[in-house]
Nanobody
Framework: QGQLVESGGGLVQPGGSLRLSCTASGTFAVVGAMFWYRQAPGKERELVAAISMTGRTTKYADSVKGRFTISKESDKNTVDLQMNHLQAEDTAVYYC????????????WGRGTQVTVSS
């Protein structure tokens, strides 16, 4: 069974940056895309960014476009999320996901990492 483990969360001041990493291990069924989702207190989980396994196609939520960058190294089982110009509204638990494609929800999830943006 495949596993996803997130790392890199923490406390950062508004305007600061964080880099999240998701490391995959074990055996997965067909995976065509990797995702970063987030869930703030009292809100539904929402898509932040997605990347195809080739790395050639990416997708972002409007709220993070121009501030966040998702990336994947072909020779490593990791997917990163570089977050710049962080705002209080970005505070949430961030989850890594793996799935078939951009059209379907991830079949695999990590346990999440907390990101808190506060002065």
């Amino acid at each position: 069974q495949g596993q996803l483990v997130e790392s890199g969360g923490g406390l950062v001041q508004p305007g600061g940056s964080l880099r999240l990493s998701c490391t995959a291990s074990g055996t997965f069924a067909v995976v065509g895309a990797m995702f970063w989702y987030r869930q703030a207190p009292g809100k539904e989980r929402e898509l932040v960014a997605a990347i195809s396994m080739t790395g050639r196609t990416t997708k972002y939520a409007d709220s993070v476009k121009g501030r966040f960058t998702i990336s994947k190294e072909s020779d490593k089982n990791t997917v990163d999320l570089q977050m710049n110009h962080l705002q209080a509204e970005d505070t949430a638990v961030y989850y890594c996901g793996a799935g078939i494609d951009f059209r379907t929800s991830p079949a695999y999830w990590g346990r999440g990492t907390q990101v808190t943006v506060s002065s």
